[in-house]
């Protein structure tokens, strides 16, 4: 192979690299974005239970951790009964 194509596909592998881990980073935040919105709305009590089970079906699907966060969150602040809360999660894991 000539040295052009080797530096080529170099360049093009670190440039995926980059790109594949600035996308995750994206993610992640985005991701602490929703748990800290959905923090604060259960905190606040402005969150209603159809709202805060859309909120965790949202947080489940894009981050199983931010999940059990907002769903902690929820059963300390009695927004949600407890043997639901467990019971839900364990639905959505599956």
Known sequence: MKLSSI???LVFVVIAMAFGMYTQHGMLYN????????AIEIIQLETSNSMLE??????IR???EAGRIILE?????????AENGVSY??????
Do not use: G, I, W, Y
Not at 89 to 94: I, L, S, T
């Open 7 to 9: 530096t080529f596909m």
């Open 31 to 38: 991701s602490r974005l929703q748990v800290d919105q959905a």
């Open 54 to 59: 859309s909120r965790l079906d949202r947080a």
């Open 62 to 64: 894009d981050n199983q």
């Open 73 to 81: 969150l929820a059963l300390r602040k009695d927004k949600l009964p």
């Open 89 to 94: 999660m364990k639905e959505k894991e599956n």
